[in-house]
């Protein structure tokens, strides 16, 4: 109701400015439409007021467009008549952090309307045209604000300037240089000593336990084989320590290790990891790995 209203009130404007005379031209199509946010800065008699960006809209034609833009304003928006012009569909915007909320568009009896909805400050409308009259653009500018200027071929020179300046400091420094590099991550050095370090004194341990002091038979004889049986999660696995009498189960991972049990050298690997399995269950442990099995 309300955007008959406002269609109804822009028509009569139109028909108060000039008789409208009858033609048989086919409306021109638009083929595009376009929105960008622009950067603004307040003059420098302007109040301060939060951060806020332009809209700025482009509409493309599939033929030149030589007429006029009627721009007025009813109950309080900004609206944009285009004469002997049409598009397929209705077409919305929405912009945030913008002077306006959104941009509604449509056709109406050959004539398109551009409307700006929830203006959050007064705007100022900046048309423009491109040399070949295909491409109409408005710029939506709250009122108290300009466009920020673009970088001057001077500043982006002197941009360089310090750029490259920075660059010969560097050559002649070194050592600057080599501090800012990020320290070296000695996690996984600290990590792999300490799975050697556990795994040494599981031997040990084992050794004390499987060689008598009188010694039973000689260190040539000695027999130690290490293998992997499985692992229990990406952190931990089961290892099998064998000797010449003994085998020996470990849950090892790259913080501690856990001797789970001393079994015979003849029992199965199946055998070795089922064992495995009650023993980490039944260990003080278990609560921490009952969920992997």
């Known amino acids: 109701m309300r955007l008959l ?47 806020i960006k332009a809209v700025q809209t482009t509409l493309t034609f599939e033929t030149p467009f030589n007429k006029t833009p009627k721009i007025m304003e009813v109950e309080g928006q900004k609206v944009i008549v ?5 598009l397929d569909s209705k077409k ?12 509604e568009m449509f056709s109406y009896q050959n004539d398109i309307y551009l409307l700006s909805k929830k203006a959050k400050a007064g ?9 070949d009259k295909k491409q109409l653009r408005f710029l939506f500018l709250p009122k108290g604000f300009h466009l920020a200027p673009l970088p001057s071929l001077k500043e982006k020179s002197q941009h360089a300037n310090l750029a490259s300046q920075d660059e010969k400091e560097r050559a002649k420094n070194p050592s600057n240089a080599l501090e800012l590099k990020p320290p070296l991550d000695l996690n996984h050095a600290y990590k792999g000593l300490a799975v050697i370090a556990a795994l040494l004194l599981i031997l040990y341990v084992i050794k004390k ?3 008598p002091t009188q010694g039973l038979f000689s260190a040539k004889d000695f027999k130690l084989e290490i293998s992997v049986l499985g692992r229990v999660d990406a952190n931990h696995k089961i290892i099998s320590i064998e000797t010449n009498k003994e085998r020996y189960l470990v849950l090892l991972s ?19 990891i089922k064992e495995a399995e009650n023993k980490i269950k039944n260990s003080k442990l278990g609560n921490l790995y009952a969920g992997k099995f």
């Not at 705007?123 to 040399?131: D, G, H, R």
């Open 5 to 51: 209203f406002l269609l109804l009130s822009a028509t009569l404007m139109l028909l108060a400015e000039e008789k409208i005379p009858l033609s048989d031209d086919a409306p021109i199509k638009l083929v595009h439409w376009q929105n960008a946010l622009k950067e603004v800065q307040p003059d420098s008699n302007a109040p301060a007021t939060p951060p």
């Open 82 to 86: 285009l004469k002997n012009a049409q």
């Open 92 to 103: 919305t915007m929405d912009f945030k952090e913008a002077s306006l909320n959104a941009l």
């Open 123 to 131: 705007l100022e409308i900046q048309a423009s045209s491109s040399k």
């Open 209 to 211: 336990k499987i060689v």
């Open 254 to 272: 790259d913080k501690h290790g856990l001797l789970l049990d001393k079994i015979s050298p003849k029992t199965s690997k199946e055998e070795l």
